[in-house]
C-alpha cells in the first residue's frame, strides 16, 4: 500500500512538474506574439493556458495586458473597449487578491480601473481614481525599472489637474477633497517613464501635452518633435505619433 501512494504521489508531482513546464513555455510564446503585435493570437494562446491554471498570476496579469492591449488599438470604438476592458479588469483583480505582490497584476488593475472610469463618465472617473493611484504606486514599489507605471501616475495627475470647473464641483459632492494632485507632478512622472523606455511616443505625446499647461511651449515643442521621429510598431503609436504631430503644429 505504501508502495502505491509512493506511486501515485510521484505520478501527480510529475504532472504538476510538465504543466508548470507548458505554462513557462505558453507565456514565453504568448510575450513573443506581443513583441510581434499580435495581440489577439496572445489572448487566445493565453486563454487556452487558463484552462490548465487557471489560478497562475502570471497567466492573469497578462491575459489582463491582452484584453488592454486590444481595447487601446481602436479607443474611439466604445464596443470593443466594453468587450475588453472590463474582462481585462476582472483578471487583473483575481490576479492581485492571489498574489499581493505581483507587480504587473498591480500595473493593469490601475490600468484598467482607470480606462474603465473615463468611459463610465465623470463621477465614476473621480471614484476610480483613487484606486488608480494606491495601485500605480504599489506597482512602482514592486517594480520600479518599468516605465508604464510612471506613465499611469503621470496619468493621474495630469486628469485630475485638468479637471473643468464643474467635475470638481460634482467630485468635492462625491468625496468632500479631490486628492492634490498638480501638472508638475505629472511632468516628473511622464519624464521618468521616457528616461526608462525612450522609444515609447506615449510618454513624449503627453509630457508635450503637460508642458502646454504648464505654458512650456519650446519643451512641448522638443517633446512633440521627438515623438514623431519614433518609428511606430503598433495601431497605437500611429495614432499616439499622429496626435503629437497635429499638436505639434498648433503651437506657435
Same mark, same amino acid.
Given at each position: 500500500?505504501?508502495?502505491?501512494?509512493?506511486?501515485?504521489?510521484?505520478?501527480?508531482?510529475?504532472?504538476?512538474?510538465?504543466?508548470?513546464?507548458?505554462?513557462?513555455?505558453?507565456?514565453?510564446? !504568448?510575450?513573443?506574439?506581443?513583441?510581434?503585435?499580435?495581440?489577439?493570437?496572445?489572448?487566445?494562446?493565453?486563454?487556452?493556458?487558463?484552462?490548465?491554471?487557471?489560478?497562475?498570476?502570471?497567466?492573469?496579469?497578462?491575459?489582463?495586458?491582452?484584453?488592454?492591449?486590444?481595447?487601446?488599438?481602436?479607443?474611439?470604438?466604445?464596443?470593443?473597449?466594453?468587450?475588453?476592458?472590463?474582462?481585462?479588469?476582472?483578471? !487583473?483583480?483575481?490576479?492581485?487578491?492571489?498574489?499581493?505582490?505581483?507587480?504587473?497584476?498591480?500595473?493593469?488593475?490601475?490600468?484598467?480601473?482607470?480606462?474603465?472610469?473615463?468611459?463610465?463618465?465623470?463621477?465614476?472617473?473621480?471614484?476610480?481614481?483613487?484606486?488608480?493611484?494606491?495601485? !500605480?504606486?504599489?506597482?512602482?514599489?514592486?517594480?520600479?525599472?518599468?516605465?508604464?507605471?510612471?506613465?499611469?501616475?503621470?496619468?493621474?495627475?495630469?486628469?485630475?489637474?485638468?479637471?473643468?470647473?464643474?467635475?470638481?464641483?460634482?467630485?468635492?459632492?462625491?468625496?468632500?477633497?479631490?486628492?492634490?494632485?498638480?501638472?508638475?507632478?505629472?511632468?516628473?512622472?511622464?519624464?521618468?517613464?521616457?528616461?526608462?523606455?525612450?522609444?515609447?511616443?506615449?510618454?513624449?505625446?503627453?509630457?508635450?501635452?503637460?508642458?502646454?499647461?504648464?505654458?512650456?511651449?519650446?519643451?512641448?515643442?522638443?517633446?512633440?518633435?521627438?515623438?514623431?521621429?519614433?518609428?511606430?510598431?503598433?495601431?497605437?503609436?500611429?495614432?499616439?505619433?499622429?496626435?503629437?504631430?497635429?499638436?505639434?503644429?498648433?503651437?506657435?
Amino acid at each position: 500500500m505504501k508502495k502505491v501512494m509512493q506511486a501515485i504521489s510521484i505520478f501527480i508531482a510529475s504532472i504538476v512538474f510538465l504543466a508548470a513546464g507548458s505554462i513557462q513555455d505558453i507565456i514565453k510564446k !504568448a510575450d513573443s506574439l506581443r513583441e510581434e503585435k499580435k495581440y489577439q493570437e496572445v489572448l487566445e494562446v493565453l486563454k487556452e493556458s487558463e484552462k490548465i491554471d487557471p489560478e497562475n498570476s502570471e497567466l492573469l496579469w497578462r491575459l489582463a495586458r491582452a484584453h488592454f492591449d486590444l481595447a487601446d488599438q481602436t479607443p474611439e470604438d466604445m464596443k470593443l473597449q466594453k468587450e475588453h476592458l472590463y474582462p481585462g479588469f476582472e483578471y !487583473a483583480k483575481k490576479c492581485i487578491e492571489l498574489d499581493p505582490n505581483c507587480a504587473g497584476g498591480h500595473q493593469y488593475y490601475a490600468i484598467l480601473i482607470g480606462r474603465i472610469g473615463e468611459i463610465e463618465g465623470t463621477k465614476q472617473k473621480i471614484r476610480n481614481s483613487y484606486e488608480v493611484k494606491k495601485h !500605480a504606486l504599489i506597482a512602482i514599489k514592486l517594480d520600479p525599472k518599468n516605465d508604464a507605471n510612471y506613465h499611469i501616475m503621470g496619468r493621474w495627475h495630469y486628469a485630475l489637474s485638468d479637471l473643468s470647473w464643474i467635475e470638481k464641483k460634482v467630485a468635492e459632492v462625491v468625496y468632500g477633497k479631490l486628492p492634490e494632485a498638480s501638472f508638475e507632478e505629472a511632468e516628473y512622472y511622464f519624464k521618468k517613464a521616457h528616461e526608462l523606455a525612450p522609444d515609447d511616443p506615449r510618454h513624449l505625446l503627453w509630457l508635450g501635452k503637460t508642458q502646454l499647461k504648464l505654458g512650456k511651449k519650446e519643451e512641448a515643442r522638443k517633446s512633440f518633435e521627438m515623438a514623431i521621429k519614433i518609428k511606430p510598431k503598433s495601431e497605437s503609436d500611429k495614432n499616439i505619433i499622429k496626435e503629437a504631430g497635429q499638436l505639434l503644429k498648433r503651437i506657435k
